[in-house]
């Protein structure tokens, strides 16, 4: 938890008090009555933001001889802004004053936020009075706040940079010795070499902690303050996103150039108001950032935070069309703050799984296409669209009906055109099918039929039976292995045209050493194409005989 209040109200020597230690890096941690551990975050005044941002609970502190002052209430605001809803008030110096009048207009200010029924407790630092009811008071709140989730994934913002060492706060998640991770924003990807916590080496650190990270593979110089380090795939760093806006200044609209405070990054950002308190931030610098983080806006003309912004979307539509700015604002201000990833499916119709991802959202079991996951009403929609498309394509272009993929993706206004194939081949109930590259609409042909069933069992091949049922006569499979539709294995043994690199990705997880019955089970195939497909193999050089019943991939050593 993090300490707030007016500066030289004692906050530092409160937390040596109860810690025994000054503030390591900003952090010191004690023991409570119960055994659990507490981390302070105690930041210089100048980079307060910096130690409330990543933080969900703080000791909120006002000293008895000098009562409520004016940064007292620039940190409530900001602690209101960030959604920091857990905290005690502590009212210190009460050596030195009686401690209710300071006690009473506190209560005062927290009336009407989040912090209106924390918990109170007078101290003195110099004597020790109150010290141990403040113990049992951080108990009683630790009891309240939720356990961070250790598997979440990991985004630690960067507060102290010294050579190779960094130091931030880490959240949720979990950090080992050996990770790789990336820097936020550059993309470097560096390897954790050591951790400290709590001023222990240790090999393994979950959140939440302010952990200092040694790195391996970059520049010292190009680490600094304000960048993070996250878990590989799992965030975009994004530079344009709408938020959420909590008005603190009430004295007119605030500047349209402003500073976003979010984690330890200070980021300069223009503000588009799209309407009441929502608004589209374009950032200097990208962030890694979710659905749901929360910041500051902060006018450095003025010197003061005017605005505390929640995340809603890290990845807005672009907003060139007449009116939708409007829509946008409309659509904003009635949103909910969910990881609920069918939710944000069905808001966008579309959306890629790492996208979802890094939004922070689950991943529903929807319709999908390659990366590509569909609201399954916006999934038939398409597929109703897309057999539109290819009639009336088919119609005014009667000497060649064929529709080119790029066409169909831009009657669709489908985001990546490699959607349009696999959305075909998704459509086959209605007519539609891929035919040398275009979209035609009709029955499909024995070798179409033939390429689905090896599409689903890639080592099925079938026998003469099945061929002769489909009408697939010596002359036609021959043409289909000439057009590469099509790969002869074995006289009467035909497979799909890229078998043989599926095979040599099973042979992979074989043992060492393999048997023809063990290849077999591992393609689910028979001897008829297990034998030839190992002699193929064997004369390719990817495999080598040992014995009569033995082989092992070419350039292994028993």
Known sequence: MATAGHADHGKSTLVQRLTGMPPLLGSSWTALPSGRRVEF??????????????????????????????QSSEHLAALQALGIKKGLLVITRCDLADPLPALRRARVHLAGTDLAE????????????????LRAALDRLADQMPLPDPTGAVRLWIDEADGDGVTGTLPVGTLHTGDELVVAPTGRRVQVQSLRWLGQATAEVAGAGRVAVNLNGINPRRVRPGQALVTAGNWRFVSVLDVRLNMLDRTGMPARELVLHIGSAAIPARVQYLGPNVARLSLQSPLPLRIGDYGLLHDPARHQVVAGVTVLDILPPDLQRDGAVVERAVELSKRDITTDGMTELRRRGMVRKGDLIAMGCTVPRAPAVGEWLFDPDRFQKLRSALLDAVKDYAA??????????????????????????????????????????????????ALETLSEELALDPFAAPEQPRLSELGLTPKRLNAAVARGQLMRLADGVYLRPDAVDLAKAALRDLPELF??????TALKTSRRVAVPLLELLDAQ??????????RRLKGQRT
């Open 41 to 70: 975050v105690d930041m210089p005044a100048a980079t307060t933001l910096a130690g409330l941002c990543p933080v969900t609970a703080v000791l909120f502190v006002v000293a008895a001889d000098a009562g409520w002052m004016p």
């Open 118 to 133: 924390a918990e109170q407790v007078t101290v003195s630092s110099v004597t020790g009075q109150g010290i141990e009811d």
């Open 396 to 445: 005014t272009h009667p000497d060649d009906p064929a529709m080119p993929k790029p066409e169909a993706a831009q009657a669709l206004a489908l985001p990546d055109r490699r959607l349009v194939e696999p959305l075909a081949r998704a459509s086959r109930g209605l007519g539609i099918r891929m035919l040398a590259g275009r979209l035609v609409l009709g029955p499909k042909d």
């Open 515 to 520: 048997t023809v019955s063990q290849v077999r």
């Open 541 to 550: 050089g990817v495999t080598e005989r040992l014995d009569a019943s033995q």
